[in-house]
């Protein structure tokens, strides 16, 4: 199997970008601490004390390093760092002084018309189980709602010590992977997966429970961003078989804000409000918080390496896999508060 991308060691990549992540996030921990930027326990919160935020910044500063070594410029890759940076300032801003979620949601909006309109990256078509859905003229449209989704759906997991940065990083891993094993080693969606890999990574070392500091709306748009980004790229350049394959590796924050969506419209609560009826926040109540990270991680990694198989052609044995993994996933999820609050006994 041939690990160079565009000339470029997949190790080296990682290695690089994953030291320069530890460095930037280690500053950003600081910078925090100083401005007094910190996450203070409520409610709502896994944490017992206060913790600095803007690990995001230092997951940016390393992705924004690699992309400077090891990738090339062009008029999409402009509009990516274009909506980054403006993820970021919202992101900082927010953990600094929240801001109402429907004012975050009309930037994510913009993020992804810079992406969409400016970039020129759009989703012309879906392809499953043998058929073709060509979306025409509602291409662009439909592409900036899955990039909105996306960004959402990895920030509303980001609430546990690890979830984020681990699921994140478990999702760079097995697109890298998939493209190495078939072969493609040109697209900028698979430098990108390598440097967001190890730019994650690093900030994982700070994160991982007991976590040091967190990333804060900072980070997990950015990842939400970032992987939006990667999954459209690789349907676009053919580096995966269907878009199916990276909206599997999702399945579980997709999930999750499909069904926080549906409680807050039963309970009559409006969709930005957070609770505590997470699928993380299930499994918290029986698990420790580092137990409940492991368990998760788990399950990703199984989805990741079905997946893998999926990608090499194995598609009948592993759906049969798939079916079985989603049908336990809604089992537990139906026998908990995700959607409806059970009556204690």
Do not use: W
């Not at 230092?58 to 090891?70: D, E, K, S």
């Not at 072969?183 to 007991?210: A, C, E, K, R, Y």
């Not at 992987?227 to 790229?233: G, H, Y």
């Amino acid at each position: 199997m041939n690990i160079y991308v565009n000339g470029y060691n997949v190790f080296i990549i990682v290695a690089v970008t994953f030291l320069a992540s530890i460095i930037f996030v280690f500053m950003s921990q600081k910078i925090a601490e100083y401005i007094g930027a910190l996450d203070i326990p409520n409610q709502r919160s896994a944490h017992k004390k206060p913790t600095p935020l803007l690990g995001g910044i230092g997951i940016f500063l390393a992705f924004l390093l690699g992309y400077m070594v090891f990738g090339e410029e062009n008029t999409l890759m402009l509009s990516v760092l274009m909506a980054s940076f403006l993820i970021l300032l919202l992101g900082v801003f927010d953990d600094i002084k929240p801001i109402k979620a429907r004012y975050k949601l009309v930037m994510h909006i913009l993020v992804a018309t810079i992406v969409v309109f400016y970039g020129g990256l759009q989703l012309t078509h879906f392809d499953l189980f043998g058929f073709s859905l060509y979306f025409g003229s509602f291409s662009p449209y439909i592409t900036m709602l899955i990039i909105v989704g996306i960004i959402n759906a990895i920030n509303l997991i980001d609430g546990l010590d690890g979830l984020c940065a681990g699921v994140s990083s478990i999702y760079f891993l097995t697109i890298g992977v998939i493209a190495l094993i078939l072969n493609n080693h040109g697209g900028l969606d698979i430098i990108l997966s390598f440097i967001m890999l190890g730019s994650t990574l690093g900030f994982l070392i700070f994160n991982f429970p007991p976590a040091k500091i967190f990333m804060g709306d900072t980070g997990s748009t950015f990842l939400g961003l970032m992987i939006s980004v990667i999954m459209l790229l690789g349907f676009k350049t053919i580096t995966l078989t269907s878009l199916l394959i990276p909206s599997i590796l999702l399945i579980l924050p997709i999930t999750d804000t499909l069904f926080a969506i549906i409680r807050r419209t039963i309970n009559k609560k409006p969709i930005g409000e957070a609770d505590k009826e997470h699928i993380h926040h299930q499994l918290l109540k029986r698990l420790s918080t580092r137990k409940t990270v492991l368990v998760i991680y788990g399950v990703n990694i199984l989805f990741s390496i079905i997946t893998i198989f999926y990608a090499l052609g194995k598609r009948e044995e592993m759906a049969i896999f798939y079916i079985i993994l989603l049908f336990i996933i809604l089992f537990l999820i139906f026998k908990t508060n995700v959607i409806f609050k059970k009556e204690k006994k």
